[in-house]
């Protein structure tokens, strides 16, 4: 499976950006879809993740409600919409898959390449 990000792009302080996901192969109910995202310099950190079966939604506290992940199973394809872009959102968007729900990369067994997201002031 692979899963392939799009999306990025440099925008403005304030601007908002959607982030998709299309993996090659179907999402099952079974699979958490989440977004993470690494600044220069900084750890691979969380920002949202989807339950693919039930939909529910898990979101980093520290984006402040800017963020919004869904998921459309028509297209197999999860999304990331995010509003009042700060430059602090400057980083590489991961996509990930998991079995079971968790906030650190390591309980993410798929991933995609990145998409760049820069946010200039």
């Known amino acids: 499976v692979q899963l392939q990000a799009s999306g990025g792009g440099l925008v403005q302080a304030g601007d908002s950006l959607r982030l998709s996901c299309a993996p090659s192969g179907r999402i099952f109910s079974s699979h958490i879809m989440g977004w993470f995202r690494q600044a220069p310099g900084k750890e691979r950190e969380f920002v949202a993740a989807?339950?693919?079966?039930?939909?529910?939604?898990y979101y980093s506290d520290s984006l402040e409600g800017r963020f919004t992940i869904s998921g459309d199973k028509a297209e197999n394809t999860v999304y990331l919409q995010m509003n009042s872009l700060k430059p602090d959102d400057t980083a590489v968007y991961y996509c990930a898959r998991a079995n079971s729900y968790g906030t650190t990369p390591k309980d993410y067994n798929v991933w995609g390449q990145g998409t760049l997201v820069t946010v200039s002031s």
């Open positions: 989807i339950r693919w079966g039930t939909g529910r939604t």
